[in-house]
């Protein structure tokens, strides 16, 4: 099978570079077209005493899109990846990266994974929930510490 599109999920951690040059990779080996996915999970700043500090959380989640655009955009540039194929979005990394997934139409999300154990797997990783609830297949790379 060949892959037409191919669905980069990019999370900047200090390992994410596996990840884009595996993406990098398949994509030039099936000459497929490369899209870029970063989610900003939407964390409300809690206090025990207080619960969520709503004016925070709002001001912060602007600031951590506007983070993500930027280091999305140098990613997908070195990429030669086009602006209608470079999504940042808000919410559950679970949820938006099937959904952009879908609706895009890719053939292939190649995803970091971390590899966690107990507590960690126990919680649910994003590798994992994209891996049983993707309607494509799902490349996760094991990331290395």
Same mark, same amino acid.
């Given at each position: 099978?060949?892959?037409?599109?191919?669905?980069?999920?990019?999370?900047?951690?200090?390992?994410?570079?596996?990840?884009?040059?595996?993406?990098?990779?398949?994509?030039?080996?099936?000459?497929?077209?490369?899209?870029?996915?970063?989610?900003?999970?939407?964390? !409300?700043?809690?206090?025990?005493?207080? =619960? !969520?500090?709503? !004016?925070?959380?709002?001001?912060?989640?602007?600031?951590?899109?506007?983070?993500?655009?930027?280091?999305?955009?140098?990613?997908?540039?070195?990429?030669?990846?086009?602006?209608?194929?470079?999504?940042?979005?808000?919410?559950? !990394?679970?949820?938006?990266?099937?959904?952009?997934?879908?609706?895009?139409?890719?053939?292939?999300?190649?995803?970091?994974?971390?590899?966690?154990?107990?507590? =960690?797997?126990?919680? =649910?990783?994003?590798?994992?929930?994209?891996?049983?609830?993707?309607?494509?297949?799902?490349?996760?790379?094991?990331?290395?510490?």
């Amino acid at each position: 099978m060949a892959y037409r599109r191919i669905l980069l999920a990019a999370d900047f951690s200090e390992h994410g570079e596996q990840v884009i040059q595996r993406a990098q990779e398949l994509a030039k080996k099936y000459a497929a077209e490369l899209g870029i996915v970063h989610v900003v999970e939407n964390v !409300p700043i809690m206090d025990s005493s207080y =619960g !969520p500090i709503v !004016p925070f959380d709002i001001d912060l989640s602007e600031q951590m899109v506007e983070s993500a655009r930027k280091r999305l955009t140098e990613i997908a540039d070195s990429l030669v990846i086009p602006q209608d194929r470079r999504w940042v979005e808000i919410g559950s !990394p679970k949820v938006e990266i099937i959904r952009i997934a879908k609706e895009w139409q890719a053939d292939l999300v190649v995803i970091g994974s971390h590899g966690r154990h107990g507590i =960690g797997l126990l919680l =649910g990783s994003t590798a994992a929930s994209v891996i049983h609830h993707a309607e494509c297949d799902v490349l996760a790379v094991r990331l290395r510490r």
